[in-house]
């Protein structure tokens, strides 16, 4: 392992701020990865459209972009190329995202709460300044992704950068959906992801949320989209005609299949209408 690697690693190094996720024309590579001279990487875009190709979203393209943009940024700063990638540089990327500040993080606010506070009200803890486990995993997926899809095909290095437990897959590709999951060993270098617990609003700051409202409509769409369950981007994309009065519900765009999907209303947002 080079020093590089190392100052990478125990976040003394930077990674290289080139190359962009750019959007694409062609509705089989929404999404494509430049280099820092602006020239397509071609070995992502194979693995970005093959994505495409089997019905994965826009967003989803885009996300796993970024993801490869910054494991390209890392070989770039080792001078490694991808197709001589090994577990060095899976290691200095966990490294670099453990200690490394991430920029959407920034309190702009000095009376911004500190970092790993819970809210009283929300009972959501403030982000911490860094990359959380969550963002790592997702990271450590997307590049063992990218590289089986290219050892599928004869490219790239025999061994794949990011190790994997076979002892989980082995228990996961024979195991009823019926059973419960026995517990498995993580791979290397994947960090503890801890289940998120289901939060609600405590009904004393839900009545004062709904006294905030200024008249019956207001009060109405918050019953409504409350009541709906669906996600804030669904709703901002009803139209006049997705609402349907009469059996009480709304017709959204789901994030997850993109298809037009029925929400239940509640009934106070039918009697105020």
Known sequence: MSSV???????????????????????????????????????????????????????????????????????????????????????????????????????????????????????????????????????????????????????GPVVNPVPESRDRRARLAHRSPLETPAPTRRARLRPKVRERQPRAIPDRLWDELFAQMRCDRDRALLACYVSSGARASELLGVRLEDVDWSAGRLWVITKGTGQRDPVPASPQTKASS
């Open 5 to 155: 690697h190392r100052d990478l690693m125990d976040g003394r190094g930077r990674l290289p701020s080139v190359g962009a996720v750019v959007k694409g024309s062609r509705p089989s590579l929404p999404w494509f990865v430049v280099d820092a001279a602006g020239r397509e990487i071609e070995p992502v875009s194979r693995y970005l459209r093959d994505l495409a190709l089997g019905d994965a979203s826009a967003l989803t393209g885009r996300s796993y972009g970024y993801d490869l943009l910054r494991w390209f940024r890392v070989l770039w700063a080792v001078d490694v190329g991808w197709e001589q990638a090994t577990e060095a540089e899976t290691t200095a990327l966990v490294g670099w995202l453990r200690t490394a500040p991430n920029p959407q993080r920034r309190r702009s606010r000095p009376d911004s709460m500190p970092a790993g506070v819970v809210n009283p009200k929300t009972g959501k803890t403030t982000l911490l300044d860094g990359y959380a486990p969550r963002t790592i995993a997702h990271a450590l997926t997307v590049v063992h992704g990218f590289y089986a899809f290219h050892q599928h095909y004869g490219r």
